[in-house]
């Protein structure tokens, strides 16, 4: 099986490369952090405060976390309810981080992870992919932009779906998780030490997407 894994900070665009480039050559798209954002969102729902790791340990046990796949779109399932939309909010970002930094939480989804993988061509985004996930990865690519960029494009994005919200207030919370992942004890973010380093600040989606697909023909040797 091939394994493509793309890591980097929040809003680097990891998700819509990833997908694009596991439409263009035939994998399955494994959404990684989307894993945390249901389990974030479930102890949102229960009302557990971002502060009460024991809390989180405590009620891993009452989630059901599941992928479905329809029409090749990753669908996330908390307990039997589609919750695909709801884990994109800030929110629930901010819980999906705090999550991820529990060691418990990370081995409760860490073998649906490695599962999926032993059985598939996937190409999987994350934040510790290269490094924890798929290290035996074929190709490992650590997607990056500046926070201004992230930001800017975030706030373009809530836009287009009528959600007005303020450049500065999402610039805060990109450098807050930034700094949040990458220091955590457990699985920080960094890049894998033979990952590709891949800066999008100043491309379009269009160009970031084409540098990804060549990165991964010359690591594959394809044509």
Do not use: H, W
């Amino acid at each position: 099986m091939i394994g493509i894994a793309i890591d980097g900070p929040s809003g680097a665009g990891k998700s819509t490369i990833a997908k694009a480039l596991a439409a263009r050559f035939g994998f399955i798209y494994v959404d990684a952090g989307a894993l945390y954002r249901t389990v974030g969102l479930f102890m949102c729902r229960a009302g557990i405060s971002t502060e009460d790791t024991e809390g989180f340990i405590k009620n891993l046990d009452k989630i059901k976390v599941e992928f479905r796949y329809a029409a090749g779109e990753q669908r996330m399932y908390l307990c039997g309810e589609d919750v695909t939309g709801e884990i994109r909010t800030p929110l629930i970002s901010k819980y999906a981080s705090v999550v991820s930094a529990v060691p418990k939480v990370r081995a409760f989804l860490l073998e649906m992870q490695k599962n999926i993988a032993k059985t598939n061509n996937v190409i999987m985004d994350g934040r510790d992919i290269g490094t924890v996930i798929l290290p035996q990865a074929q190709v490992k690519i650590f997607l990056t932009a500046s926070a201004e960029a992230r930001a800017a494009r975030r706030v373009a994005q809530l836009a287009e779906k009528g959600e007005i919200v303020s450049y500065e207030e999402i610039f805060a919370s990109i450098c807050e998780r930034d700094a949040r992942d990458s220091g955590r004890d457990v699985a920080p973010l960094k890049a894998a030490d033979d990952a590709v380093l891949l800066d999008t600040s100043a491309m379009t989606l269009e160009e970031a997407i084409a540098a990804a697909e060549k990165i991964v023909k010359e690591k594959l040797e394809m044509e």
